[in-house]
């Protein structure tokens, strides 16, 4: 059944970002002029268990981070047959491949015969053989080549083949499960209402310009609670961010699990009292979490749109985390303008967050090892955001608890 609303059918992408623009605008004039947030009935408290505890975080590896879609890479990078790329960020070795007939697979980056790892850089190739023994296998995972196949008799090369882990491409972007498998994975029952607000960002219409891996002394929803709310912008980012946008103001949108989050720009408070037909047209911004562990950042910057990614994953312990950060522009942007702007936004947002977000997370992380039993972390009513993220969360671990 078609699901989509008239005006959905209607609208273009782009039409949609400006109709979304529009409502944060006049959402963050009423919001300013009222000294108001989107906010909550109240506060939450929360056990520290949940960022400390190593039970919860080996639950959460299994609920979360082998049994939910996680976004493993974009479409635009690998758009052309035999192009790779790794995902490895779980710790299980995932290779995703673009097959000849334009979808994508994905196995486990291991060779069949005694488990080596099979693809370690991604060149563009029809075949892929691993260093150890030169078995070789084409970009449907099946075994093609096996030297010496007269020293392994009565084995057959069908049953040889790598082994598939799910994986779907949807509105450019490439999601895995990452544990062996075949089953399908239906984002667009995972994404549910969120799924248009994701495809009108128009993922498969960019290209990347910076990638980098930062390291973080907390655990990952520390960190990731840093996107989620204002609160902190004068405090922490007086320089920053702080200084361009106002504190304790956002407007929140739910897409259960899922988010979109407007912060206002200063310049927005010169709205109040003129007629909307006065208001220039602001361009769309919005911090997005795709559930559970990637904040899709949509900027606009003088030299065009941006689009920020950050994927948050746990590390060996539960006060340990990484951030993989990559920073694309539109592959439609004026091709005179070199990526110089894009790589400057790239280096600057990665300062702000390792010397001012990720640098109180680590410390707030040591503090809680040493908190008293009793004591509970406690979320505003203007932290929304977090509160649901943390509910949510508990959900499917306690789902996964009761298995």
Not at 104 to 121: D, G, I, P, S
Not at 125 to 135: D, L, P
């Amino acid at each position: 059944m078609d699901t989509k609303s008239p005006l959905e059918k209607i609208l273009s992408p782009a039409e949609r970002r400006r109709s979304i623009a529009v409502d944060h605008q006049r959402r963050s004039v009423r919001l300013i002029r009222d000294g108001e947030t989107d906010r909550s009935d109240g506060p939450m408290t929360n056990d520290p268990a949940v960022y400390v505890d190593a039970d919860w975080a080996r639950v959460e590896r299994k609920a979360i981070f082998t049994e939910m879609p996680l976004l493993a890479g974009f479409g635009v990078d690998i758009p052309e047959a035999g192009d790779k790329l790794l995902f490895e960020a779980t710790g299980v070795p995932i290779l995703v491949v673009r097959a000849g007939d334009g979808r994508v697979n994905a196995f486990l980056n291991m060779c069949t015969h005694r488990a080596a790892k099979l693809v370690t850089e991604c060149t563009r190739s029809k075949k892929m053989t691993c260093r150890f023994h030169a078995w070789t296998f084409d970009l449907e995972g099946m075994l093609t080549g096996m030297p010496a196949k007269e020293s392994f008799a009565g084995i057959a090369k069908a049953d040889r083949g790598l082994i598939r882990v799910p994986v779907v491409e949807w509105a450019g972007m490439i999601f895995v499960k990452p544990r062996p498998g075949d089953d399908e994975i239906d984002i667009e029952a995972f994404l549910a209402d969120f799924a248009p607000e994701v495809a009108q960002l128009e993922f498969e219409r960019m290209r990347l310009v910076k990638a980098t891996r930062l390291e973080i002394d907390a655990n990952w929803k520390y960190a990731l609670d840093t996107y989620g709310e204002a609160y902190h912008f004068n405090s922490l980012h007086p320089s920053s961010i702080g200084s361009t946008h106002y504190t304790d103001r956002m407007c929140y949108d739910d897409f259960n699990p899922h988010h979109r989050i407007a912060y206002p720009y200063k310049h927005v408070g010169a709205y109040i009292g003129r007629s909307e037909s006065e208001w220039p047209d602001e361009p769309f911004n919005a911090v997005h979490l795709l559930f559970p562990n990637v904040i899709l950042n949509v900027w606009q910057i003088d030299a065009g749109p941006a689009y920020s990614i950050y994927r948050l994953f746990p590390g060996e312990t539960p006060d340990k985390a990484f951030a993989l950060t990559a920073t694309y522009r539109p592959d439609t942007a004026d091709p005179d303008v070199d990526d110089q702007p894009w790589i400057d936004l790239h280096d600057y947002i990665e300062e702000v967050v390792t010397t001012e977000d990720y640098s109180v997370s680590a410390d707030g992380q040591r503090n809680l090892a040493h908190a008293p039993a009793d004591f509970r972390v406690v979320y505003g009513s203007n932290e929304i955001a977090i509160q649901n993220f943390h509910r949510r969360l508990a959900a499917y671990i306690d789902a996964e608890r009761a298995r």
